[in-house]
Nanobody, 117 residues
Framework: QVQLVESGGGLVQPGGSLRLSCAASGITSGYYHIGWFRQAPGKEREGVACLSTSDGSTYYSSSVKGRFTISRDSAGNTVYLQMNNLKPEDEAVYYC??????????WGQGTQVTVSS
């Protein structure tokens, strides 16, 4: 059973930065995709950034490209989302997501990011 625990959310002023962390456990072997989604009130959950462990490739949504960076620690147990130049429209609950090559799909509990002056 894969477990994902997010942390690092909070209140930040527009233009500020935050780094989210996703601690993953229970991943045994094989390639997988791990990334971040977000959901604002009244809106659908949307993909923000994703990393593929098969080749290290990354994906970013157009709304965050150039401002957010996804990375993984050397042990592969923690995935980060560095968020710079935050805007009010980035305010949402951010979720960590894991998808195995076999299609197993797991979500974290989410962490709130609030962007306000």
């Amino acid at each position: 059973q894969v477990q994902l625990v997010e942390s690092g959310g909070g209140l930040v002023q527009p233009g500020g930065s935050l780094r989210l962390s996703c601690a993953a456990s229970g991943i045994t072997s094989g390639y997988y995709h791990i990334g971040w989604f977000r959901q604002a009130p009244g809106k659908e959950r949307e993909g923000v950034a994703c990393l593929s462990t098969s080749d290290g490739s990354t994906y970013y949504s157009s709304s965050v490209k150039g401002r957010f960076t996804i990375s993984r620690d050397s042990a592969g147990n923690t995935v980060y989302l560095q968020m710079n130049n935050l805007k009010p429209e980035d305010e949402a609950v951010y979720y960590c997501n894991y998808v195995s090559i076999g299609g197993a799909n797991y979500w974290g509990q989410g962490t709130q990011v609030t962007v306000s002056s």
